[in-house]
Structure formats: C-alpha cells, structure tokens
C-alpha cells in the first residue's frame, strides 16, 4: 500500500512538473509574441548615453512590450545611411544628420521626435599636462575633431571662434581620422590635441597617453546634440510604438537625474564591460557637473535654432530648416503626462 502511495504520488509530481513546464513555454510563446523588435542604431557607445542604457537594462523598454536590439553605427553619417537603406528603425545621433537630408529635398526625411544629451559631450584632450589651460592654447597646434560637418567638429570649431581663434588660419583640424580611430589616432603621435567621448577620454588619461583639459559642452553652452529620429513614413506607420519608445526614454532620463553616479555606473556597466565602476563613475560625474542630460525628450526651437547657427556658422548649412518638418514633439510631449 505504502509503495502504490509513493509510485501514485510520483506520477502525480511528474504531471504537475510537465503542466509547469507547458505553462511557461507558452507564457514565454506569447511573450515573444506581444515584444516588438526595434533595431536601434547609436552613433557611439559612450557613458554620454547613459539614459538610454538605464532604460534598456532597467526593463523600461521591456514592459512597454518594445525590445530593442542596439548596433553602434559609429558616426552620424553612418547612422542616417543605416535608417535610409531600412536597416535599423530608428536612428540616435545629432539632429543635423535629419537636417541635411531634409534639405536634400528628400520626400521621406526624418523626423527627430526625442532629445537626449543638451550638450556636447567630447573633452578636449592634450598630449602633455599643461597647467591652467586656456584654448589660446590651441593656435599652431594640430586637433583631431571628428568628421567636418558633424556637430562634434563643428561644436568645436564654435567654441574656438568664441575664444578668439580662426579654425582655417590659427590651428589645424585633421578631419581625416575615423570616429573610432581617433583615440588610437591621438595615442600614436598623430595630433597634439583629440575630442574625446567618456570614457575613452578617462582610459586615455588613465593610460597616460593624454590629459583632459576642458569640456566642449561647457565651453559651448547648450545645444541638441544627440536625439531619436526616424523616416517619416516609419512614424506615421508606427505611432503607438514610437509613443512606447519614447516613454522608456522619458524614464531613463528621470532615473539618472534621481541617482548617483555610481548607482548610474552600477547600472550601466554591462555596456562597458572593459571599464571599472570607478572610471564610470567619474565619467558621468564629469557629464553631471556640465548638465549634459535634457530633462525631458523635448526639443525646444529655440534650442534647434542655436543649432541651425552653429551649422551656418561653420559653412554647413546654406539653407535653414524648418523647426516644425524637422522636429515631431508629439510623442515627447504627450510622454510628460
């Protein structure tokens, strides 16, 4: 009798353990189902972006049933080619890639619809030492910038005519050095001075290859330097998830205004694996102490138009945009309430 119990008791186990099983298999069936794929293409991988790494790993994305699959294009101008040719849905750079292609007359421009970083985000960083810099400094020296016509270079160039000094004929800029390349470019001897993104800019002074002696953004005051876009068409097709996505943006950014700088480092590690909590944690202590991050996912005209006349300025732009084909604050906007 005592054995039937047990064998009876076994049985019944196995039945519950395989109803489990068949539970969970559908639940994570239907799970899949209900996830959106949006393929996301960044123009860099920096502690710069620190919001949009808190809401992927805090699950922001996740509960609004989005999952997001994150390529690193390198450059504004490789991300803007990747969301043309459909290759990515939505692209994270500076809004100037959006800006230029409108003018280009093109029928399915993109439309920013989220503002993340409200400033520059490169440190300046010299071969040697040097005590109380000023960016006199610079004249006869030559500078790695990054690619003419992205708003890291032209930011820069900004910031030099602030201070006095003609880009053409006081300093040299080597704009022929690739977005990834120019940290490695600048620790072989090729420049005197590099703009350099956190945390490459701490590891480059870390490995004493470099010093970091100022911060563009801080030199610059504000400007929308890195937002969301996509193709017009995408948006109009997709307007709930783009509202969605907009939404875990909005609470990647509360939740960094809210914490520290190492509960941010703490969070955000798994996309800098190489890089300690200590040196996260000073990277965006540097980021906190120049208000890099926008509040909201709100871009403000007159926030667009300051960056219209830094484009002018540096001879990019003959032609103004419009703030109102350009900028969709809609989904920003209703993220608020």
């Known amino acids: 009798m005592k054995k039937k119990t047990i064998i009876s008791m076994s049985m019944i186990l196995v039945i519950v353990l395989i109803i489990i099983g068949v539970i969970r298999v559908k639940n994570a069936h239907q799970n899949t189902e209900n996830t959106k794929l949006i393929k996301v293409n960044e123009v860099t991988r920096s502690v710069f972006y620190a919001p949009q790494y808190v809401a992927i790993n805090k699950g922001y994305f996740k509960e609004s049933g989005l999952d997001i699959e994150l390529t690193t294009g390198q450059g504004a101008d490789a991300v803007m080619t990747a969301v043309l040719a459909n290759q990515c849905d939505i692209g994270f750079a500076g809004p100037e890639a959006s800006i230029y292609v409108y003018n280009e007359g093109k029928e399915d421009f993109c439309q920013v619809f989220a503002q993340l970083t409200k400033k520059d985000g490169s440190f300046l960083v010299a071969r040697d030492k040097t005590e109380n810099f000023s960016w006199q400094d610079l004249k006869g020296k030559l500078v790695i910038p990054g690619r003419k ?189």
């Open 149 to 337: 016509g992205g708003v890291p270079y032209m930011t820069l160039e900004y910031v030099l005519k602030k201070n006095g000094i003609d880009p053409q004929k006081d300093t040299t800029l080597d704009d022929s050095i690739k977005f990834d390349l120019m940290a490695g470019a600048f620790a072989s001897g090729n420049s005197d001075y590099v703009t350099l993104f956190e945390p490459t800019a701490s590891m480059t002074e870390k490995q004493q290859k470099g010093y970091i002696v100022a911060s563009v953004g801080e030199a610059a005051g504000e400007i929308p330097y890195t937002a969301y876009f996509a193709k017009k068409s995408y948006m109009e097709a997709n307007q709930e998830t783009i509202q969605k996505f907009t939404n875990a943006i909005y609470k990647g950014q509360k939740w960094v205004h809210e914490h520290s700088s190492r509960e941010i480092a703490e969070a955000i590690q798994s996309f800098f694996p190489d890089t300690s909590i200590e040196l996260l944690s000073a990277a965006i202590e540097s980021y906190q102490a120049i208000d890099a991050w926008n509040d909201t996912p709100v871009l403000k005209e007159e926030a667009f138009n300051r960056l219209q006349e830094v484009m002018t300025a540096a001879g990019e732009l003959p032609q103004k945009a419009p703030y109102d084909k350009i900028v969709n604050n809609k989904y920003a906007e209703q993220a608020k309430n």
